[in-house]
């Protein structure tokens, strides 16, 4: 614990510096993923998993909903700016994402409802990992005109790409459809998710990417949404579900060990999303939080997207008590307590 403070301590100090001088601790920032750090790329598709709407955004700059699935900023929007960048990198879908000063801090290509698992996106009509990829290969060409190849090589190879999937395949998929459960164990199919995470770090890797941080699973048994649906009255985070993630997890890492070894100069790392999540939500009151069980947005029990709207009945006046602001996403403030944890266990990328 002295080791961590100590290190988050000299890299404020650094960043402090860095800050001061105008510059980022790394060149850029590549988002890949789902909801947890979509922000926006889906209010250009057609699909029903969108959140440019009230009361999405309710805390964000300008009281604006972006597309964020949450009161305000996520996680990686926090990340962001503990790196020392002072806008944060656009949907890569949108016009603005394309100009030259937003091109530079970098792109975001997740969309909300994707995952590991190809056919995740196409239930829900939205960006699957492939079709990021090939948005990622447009804008390094874009990257070539605006820098020269050279230049954009290097920006590419100093810059952090940022992974963050894998929760839409198991609560919004394997465990609702029986197509999956009953032709895998949910170890089976995190094999199949670890395998398209492999082939998805090891095409970043020949594109140029170096510094690669990817989250574990959060305990997805004790979202909201996952408790309500799957959790037969009791009330409790579904253990079925937090060991399933746990499984993954575990692979994930050993997955990752395995490809550092086998990738030359590749800085691959792990980012533990799951105990510090686990911690917010059965020891709520010790981390500054009010509420643990029930998100914000309406009854708080299963509502996302189009159900969390501006006229849902119930929604939390301060979203700053509770550790999720709907059935599926954590608030603002709880993404904050997050993106400490992941800039301690992230120092090695920078």
Known sequence: MAASVFLLTCFLLVLGLNVVNGQPLVPALYLFGDSIVDVGNNNYLETLIKANFPPYGRDFINHEATGRFCNGKLATDFTGENLGFTDYPKPYLS??????????????????????????????????????????????????????????????????????????????????????????????????????????????????????????LPPIGCLPASITLFSEDTNKCVEKMNAAAVSFNNKLNMTSQSLKQKLPNLNLLVLDIYQPLLDLVTKPVDNGF???????????????????????????????????WDGFHPTEAANKVLSSDLLVSGLNLI
């Not at 190879?157 to 998929?173: E, R």
């Not at 199919?189 to 020949?206: P, T």
């Not at 509420?291 to 939390?316: D, Q, V, Y």
């Open 95 to 216: 016009n603005k994402a394309k100009t030259t000063k937003n091109m530079l801090l970098g792109a975001n290509f997740a969309s909300a409802g994707s995952g590991y698992y190809e056919a995740t996106a196409k239930i829900y009509n939205t960006l699957s990992l492939s079709k990021q990829l090939a948005l990622y290969k447009d804008y390094q060409n874009r990257l070539v005109v605006i820098l020269g190849k050279v230049n954009a090589s290097a920006t590419i190879n100093g810059s952090i790409h940022f992974l963050s999937d894998g929760s839409s395949d198991f609560v919004q998929n394997y465990y609702i459809n029986p197509l999956l459960y009953k032709k895998y164990t949910p170890d089976q199919f995190s094999d199949i998710l670890i395998q398209s995470y492999v082939n998805f770090v090891q095409a970043l890797y020949k594109l140029g990417a170096r510094k690669i941080g990817v989250t574990t």
């Open 290 to 324: 009010f509420e643990a069980r029930k998100a914000c947005c309406g009854s708080g029990l299963i509502e996302t997207s189009f159900l969390c709207n501006a006229k849902s009945p119930g929604t939390c006046a301060n979203a700053s008590e509770y550790v999720f």
